[in-house]
T-cell receptor, first 118, second 110 residues
Framework: GAVVSQHPSRVICKSGTSVKIECRSLDFQATTMFWYRQFPKQSLMLMATSNEGSKATYEQGVEKDKFLINHASLTLSTLTVTSAHPEDSSFYIC??????????????FGPGTRLTVL | DAKTTQPTSMDCAEGRAANLPCNHSTISGNEYVYWYRQIHSQGPQYIIHGLKNNETNEMASLIITEDRKSSTLILPHATLRDTAVYYCIVAYNQGGKLIFGQGTELSVKP
């Protein structure tokens, strides 16, 4: 299957700083990328959907000014957590999708980024 | 909210078939059933998907009832590496968002 990478895999930062997480599709062009957040022992929660070259669509309850998403190319999307606080500590996972020949979208997930805010 | 219901946890003996059920009684006509799994601290992995017909690939089989209100994922010969949380998701095809429920935590035991 297609490969999606995330960088960094783990980051620790001080409260009030901003953190950028990159998501790259390595061997295919991703028309759509998704960002999820997962707290310990909980399921993945979809944060936002981004299409290349357009503004991201955020899920209800997700602050767009706090979680900045940029999808500048068909292989790269970034999530910036601005003014991070300890409650933002979580596992952030991206996925990328591209229409397949059979007409369905299969999402390929990155390995996740563990964010810890002190 | 997730549109599926799954048992919280299941155990399976190594080498035996693991049958994971999922209820999706409110599925609409053009929504697909997707199965993903997540091994601890990793990103989810696609397993299989289907619309109305049973499907099989190298990883698993998907059995969908005729009324499409439930399905079963079958791992024919479970191994210890199949220990993971398995998510059954109902979603539209093109551009469909995946809304994850709580999933089933499958433990494969020696």
């Amino acid at each position: 299957g297609a490969v999606v990478s995330q960088h960094p895999s783990r980051v620790i930062c001080k409260s009030g700083t901003s953190v950028k997480i990159e998501c790259r599709s390595l061997d295919f062009q991703a028309t759509t990328m998704f960002w999820y957040r997962q707290f310990p022992k909980q399921s993945l929660m979809l944060m936002a959907t981004s299409n290349e070259g357009s503004k991201a669509t955020y899920e209800q309850g997700v602050e767009k000014d706090k979680f900045l998403i940029n999808h500048a190319s068909l292989t790269l999307s970034t999530l910036t957590v601005t003014s991070a606080h300890p409650e933002d500590s979580s596992f952030y996972i991206c996925s990328a999708s591209s229409p397949q020949g059979q007409g369905y979208n299969e999402q390929f997930f990155g390995p996740g980024t563990r964010l810890t805010v002190l | 909210d997730a549109k599926t219901t799954q048992p919280t946890s299941m155990d399976c003996a190594e080498g035996r078939a693991a049958n994971l059920p999922c209820n999706h009684s409110t599925i609409s006509g053009n929504e697909y059933v997707y199965w993903y799994r997540q091994i601890h601290s990793q990103g989810p992995q696609y397993i299989i998907h289907g619309l109305k017909n049973n499907e099989t690939n190298e990883m698993a089989s998907l059995i969908i009832t005729e009324d499409r209100k439930s399905s079963t994922l079958i791992l024919p010969h479970a191994t210890l590496r199949d220990t993971a949380v398995y998510y059954c998701i109902v979603a539209y095809n093109q551009g469909g968002k995946l809304i994850f429920g709580q999933g089933t935590e499958l433990s494969v035991k020696p």
